[in-house]
Structure formats: structure tokens, C-alpha cells
């Protein structure tokens, strides 16, 4: 067995090898990613996994033509199974007994699927929904690794040629970052599952295709608390 019964935040229990979809809360989530550390590998980085998401939501909101609060949300949960495992300090994968790594992909499967239905959202996305979703993924795991990995560009594999034109076009790696406190990064996660995010996202009446082409712009990258 890979793990127990969990006590999540809100005092619900939930056993992640048999997951309930009415035991999915997504204060849970935000709250227990707001406190557990990104890896890129072994390298554990100053982030939360909770900001990392928010990053790459803010690099999505930047290259959509009009941003779409499903795949917001899909960015935001698509790596949220992790959040059973706070208490554990390393890469999941790096507490396994011999044989269970099969059984750790199983629960992630089953977990993953039940917060996407919790949410309505599908198991997968459509190819047109995914261009921008998965560009702003790749791009958020590259600037990790260049940004707080410290991995020198050149080391990087020749597929991480999109992710890294994106971040140039956008001048993210010129721009000064901050890592946030838990309680912020919680806030802020929570706010693209309330109503008025829906209402937000509704007035964008015109495209954004460039920061360089609108710096009155201001991204969600959560870099500062401004």
C-alpha cells in the first residue's frame, strides 16, 4: 500500500487509492498545494506546487486570443492528485517500495479523474483546446528548471524550443519573481473557481497576442504581490 486514509485540511478523510468524488473539495486542493514544493526530478525548488500552476495560467492568459476558464481550471488541477501526499518532502515516486510504482499511477488515474468530474471538466481535452493549454504547461516547467533549477538553457532538450520562445516573446526571464507566502497563493487559486472569475473572463472583449505589444497589460504570474 502506497498510502493510508488522509485528513485533509477541511477534516475530511479520503483514501487516494479509493477516492470519492464527494470527498473532493477544492479548498483542499488549494490549500495543500499552496504548501507543497515543486520538483523539476530530484530537485526540489522554492516554489509551491500551487504557484507553479498560477504561473501557468498566467503565461496561458497571456497567449489565448481570449482566455477560456475551462482550461484555466484544467491547468490549475491537472497536477491537484499530488495534493494527498503534503506531508511527504520528496518526489512521491522516491518513497516507493519495490513493485508500486504501478500502483501509484493507478491511484493518480483514479484521483485525477475524480477532481476533473468533480469540476466538470474532461478526462481530456480536444486538440484546439489543448495547443494553448499544453504551451503554457511546457513553458511554466521550463522556466522552473531555468528559473529556479538554475539549468543552463543550452542543457535543455531541443523539444523545449516552443516553451522557451514563448517565454522570450513574453520577457518572463527578465522579470523579477517572488515566491509567495501559502496563505496568498491559496487566495489567489481559489479566485478562478468563484463566480466573478466567470464574470472577469467574460469582459476580456479584445485579444492579447503580445505583452510587447501592450505593457499596460499585467499577467497573473504572481511575481509580486502588486
Known amino acids: 500500500m502506497i498510502v493510508g486514509t488522509v485528513t485533509l485540511p477541511s477534516g475530511i478523510q479520503i483514501d487516494p487509492q479509493r477516492p470519492l468524488e464527494k ?8 490549500d495543500q498545494l499552496a504548501h507543497m514544493p515543486s520538483y523539476c ?9 500551487g504557484q507553479s500552476a498560477l504561473i501557468s495560467v498566467g503565461i496561458y492568459e497571456q497567449i489565448a486570443s ?11 488541477l491537472r497536477n491537484a492528485w499530488q495534493y494527498v501526499f503534503r506531508n ?24 485525477q479523474t475524480k ?9 481530456q481535452l480536444s486538440p484546439e483546446e489543448s495547443r494553448d493549454l499544453y504551451l503554457a ?21 531541443r523539444t523545449s524550443g516552443p516553451a522557451l520562445e514563448c517565454l522570450d516573446k513574453l520577457g518572463l526571464f527578465e522579470q523579477p519573481i517572488q515566491v509567495l507566502d501559502a ?5 489567489k487559486y481559489l479566485d478562478y473557481f468563484s463566480h466573478a472569475a466567470q464574470i472577469r473572463l467574460q469582459a476580456i472583449k479584445q485579444p492579447i497576442t503580445s505583452v ?10 504572481l511575481f509580486s504581490r502588486n
Open 23 to 30: 470527498q473532493i473539495d477544492i479548498h483542499d486542493i488549494a
Open 212 to 221: 510587447a505589444n501592450d505593457r499596460d497589460v499585467q499577467p497573473n504570474y
Open 41 to 49: 526530478g530530484t530537485l526540489t525548488l522554492e516554489l509551491s506546487i
Open 88 to 111: 511527504i518532502r520528496v518526489p512521491v515516486v522516491q518513497t516507493l517500495e519495490r513493485g508500486c510504482l504501478d500502483e501509484l499511477r493507478d491511484m493518480q488515474e483514479q484521483l
Open 115 to 123: 477532481i476533473f468530474a468533480k469540476f466538470d471538466l474532461p478526462p
Open 183 to 187: 496563505p496568498l497563493v491559496t487566495e
Open 66 to 76: 481570449v482566455p477560456d476558464l475551462r482550461i484555466i481550471q484544467y491547468l490549475l
Open 137 to 157: 504547461a511546457d513553458a511554466q516547467h521550463v522556466f522552473n528548471l531555468v528559473k529556479f533549477g538554475k539549468w543552463p538553457r543550452e542543457t535543455l532538450p
